[in-house]
């Protein structure tokens, strides 16, 4: 964040590399597709409005395809590309997005505005991802939502002015809802059967723990009622001796809880 | 470029790859320095203040001395890193930056904005950089002009308000007067002699044509002289039937006039 000429400017990059974060055979329209949202995503979860973005490019194996893709999400989202940087390379691909935006609400909703007694909710479905990743391996189903995820932007504008707290869960609910508890030095507890799936109930499990499916989890004060679709799947309490709660049992080891990305 | 809150953001984004853009077994404090002083390059050559930028960084052979690097160049530069992202991947390590400022003239100057008549001037010599790698592949001499290039920060803000075009030469002198030629609709006559150098001058059609010494080519109004140390190598004219004359012969072929970037 950067505050200038009475703006609060946020800013965001992710980068990506073939065969860690994508599949080295995937449609490279959709890769542009995820790198754009991914990143618009994250202005999201900030409650902010995208500027533009710059994009660091290396030359893969359709890169038209890609081109095809950049143009259509940045339609889609009606983003600017403002500049970046294409260059050849022998190794997997690297791909690089800087994503700009100003804020909407100040202060900024941040991961550690949990107060004790707010309600923790979730804008949809988690696991939708998960089925989307398989369904591109092959397996029955929609390869969409893990291919062409949707950054939430009116969601996290309209939230951002009354929500405690706000972030996307990119790696994994309860992994983010675990980072969101520690920023904010509370405990959250959160009742599992109330988290909304886009998979079948008996991988609630995984589906907690699977990410990239771009949800916005966020806290609102006791009471109030969500500005946008929402479900609600837990509260902060004063902070425990374990910083999150699943159905009442601590869950405290970070790397059973989703997706640490290298 | 993006007009925000009254202010004029000046954003860029440079990607180097291993084995493309840098030596695989170069010191890694060495790349966080060039990474960071040639995107701060291109905002000297807008004649903007740097505002802090964002890293795309995978993880390499030694992520200590690139920490290392990193914190000393944003030091000298005292710009803060506002974000960026870490991956893990197995290929040719992948680095890329982004860097933001704010315009401190405007209009921004462009490379687009040479008139017949203007004076073209360099801030200092070209050369250095191409000897700086042979000493870093062992010759007898100073790697640092390769390794540890300068961002012209003050001289181009004090440029700004009188240069009609400017720009940093990043891929050599010929190619980016060449550049600046085309889009400025004129012919650039450059005087061969006039051209400081920072090698022996038997190798002056070399640093004609080698990069990355990140000096700024700029054109004055004819009279104006310059505000920071610089040296007048040639004059602007009507566009005739090649962009670029070096000692009154046209240079038309770009393939043959520096460096282009993969």
């Known amino acids: 964040m950067l505050e200038l000429g009475g703006e609060t400017l946020i800013l965001t990059h992710d980068a990506m590399l073939a065969g860690t974060h994508f599949l080295p055979d995937q449609d490279p329209a959709d890769l542009a597709w995820k790198l754009v949202a991914t990143n618009l995503s994250d202005l999201a979860a900030k409650g902010a409005e995208p500027l533009g973005v710059l994009l660091g490019y ?35 691909q690297a791909l ?35 089925l989307g990743l398989e369904a591109l391996k092959g397996a029955p189903g929609d390869p969409l ?5 949707v950054a939430l932007l009116a969601e996290g504008r309209a939230l951002a002015p009354q929500a405690t707290a706000m972030m996307d869960v990119s790696d994994g609910l309860l992994l983010d809802a675990l ?13 599992g059967a109330a988290v909304p799936l886009a998979c079948p109930p008996e991988r609630r499990a995984e589906a907690l723990r699977w990410g990239e499916d771009y949800q916005l989890l966020f806290t609102l004060p006791a009471g109030a009622t969500a500005p946008v ?14 910083p999150l709660l699943l159905d009442d049992e601590p869950l405290g080891e970070a790397s059973h809880l989703g997706y640490l990305h290298g």
Chains 1, 2 share one sequence.
């Open 58 to 92: 290396q030359l893969g194996p359709d890169d038209a395809r890609f081109a095809e893709g950049l143009a259509a999400v940045l339609a889609h989202y009606q983003v600017p590309l403002l500049g970046g940087d294409t260059v050849a390379g022998t190794g997997p």
């Open 96 to 130: 690089g997005l800087t994503a700009l935006g100003r804020a909407t609400h100040r202060p900024v909703p941040g991961r550690d505005g949990v107060r004790a007694g707010d309600a923790l909710w979730l804008t949809g479905p988690v696991g939708g991802a998960m």
């Open 145 to 149: 939502p893990y291919t062409r995820p």
């Open 179 to 191: 980072r969101m508890a520690r920023a904010s030095g509370v405990t959250l507890a959160i009742d």
């Open 229 to 242: 679709p929402a479900h609600c799947i837990g509260t902060a309490m004063p902070a425990g001796s374990a």
